[in-house]
């Protein structure tokens, strides 16, 4: 039995470990492809590719634009919500404690009412004022008692209250964020609408284009875009100077960049430099 599971384990192993094999294999075969693809392609061509991924990131960020802070401020209010209702919850939780409290002391009270009845009744028959003297004591100290745990039991109750309002005003809070909420997913679902399948289309372009872009290439544009304030890691020479900085660009500078041999990037602010006459193609 125990070699038919060790031969079974073994099978299962070997299989994993094939299925893995092939997984490895065909994405060094999909990378492969596309290092091909990337090394056919001319200079020229890979900075057309890239500043047509800036023109659709571009168009995908105006598209966000659009529907603004909305999605932060549904996200924000969720939370809200999230939070008033775990409030409320603590709460509520500790009105049960408070409640078990006041029944202790409830019980303390009758068990001190009960004791000071048997030592009024062991009064009556005490032998001398030793005795007398001590159910005295013992009277008092539960009537201290009582009075102790009734007081406690008055602050409890006042606290009960306190809470009890509290959860009132939080559950009014919570019913007006979510008429707030409602309204923002409104409005954020008409937005949305009107802009989701170019949203779709976009991304699926930009996707096309990033598997023909090399990896090493997609990073630094990335990294670029990513640190730009305008998100623009890819721009076109205006007037002699970065379409991003705007800071002048040397005659030589720009004759490299028309001819478009290479990746140029600009000296002040590292983005992307490509012809001008990309924008008009």
Do not use: W
Not at 81 to 108: A, M, P
Request: hydrophobic share 30%; with cysteine; charged share 40%.
């Amino acid at each position: 039995m125990a070699e038919k599971t060790k031969k079974t384990e073994a099978k299962k192993i070997e299989k994993t470990s094939t299925r893995k094999t092939k997984e490895k294999s065909t994405a060094e075969k999909s990378e492969s492809k596309k290092n091909k693809i990337f090394s056919d392609l001319s200079s020229v061509n890979k900075l057309r590719l890239l500043y047509e991924l800036q023109i659709i990131d571009s168009s995908i960020d105006r598209i966000k634009t659009i529907r603004g802070e909305l999605p932060l401020e549904v996200q924000d209010l969720e939370d809200e919500i999230v939070g008033f209702d775990t409030r409320i919850k603590n709460l509520i939780q500790e009105i049960k404690e408070i409640d078990i409290n006041i029944n202790q002391r409830k019980v303390n009270v009758e068990k001190a009412k009960n004791l000071i009845k048997k030592y009024e009744e062991q009064q009556k028959n005490v032998r001398n004022n030793r005795e007398f003297d001590s159910l005295s004591k013992e009277l008092e100290y539960q009537s201290l008692e009582i009075e102790l745990n009734e007081k406690i039991i008055k602050e409890l109750g006042a606290k009960i209250k306190d809470k009890k309002r509290e959860i009132e005003t939080t559950k009014a809070m919570v019913a007006d964020k979510k008429i707030a909420l409602e309204e923002k997913k409104q409005e954020l679902s008409e937005i949305t609408s009107e802009t989701a399948n170019d949203e779709k289309e976009l991304i699926g372009r930009a996707n096309e284009i990033k598997y023909l872009i090399e990896q090493r290439l997609l990073t630094a544009y990335n990294k670029i875009r990513h640190n730009a304030r305008n998100g623009l890691a890819v721009v076109t020479v205006k007037r002699d100077a970065c379409g991003g900085c705007f800071n002048k660009i040397p005659p030589q500078r720009q004759l490299d960049i028309k001819m478009s041999k290479k990746v140029i990037v600009c000296e002040y602010c590292g983005r992307i430099l490509v012809d001008s006459d990309f924008a008009n193609e």
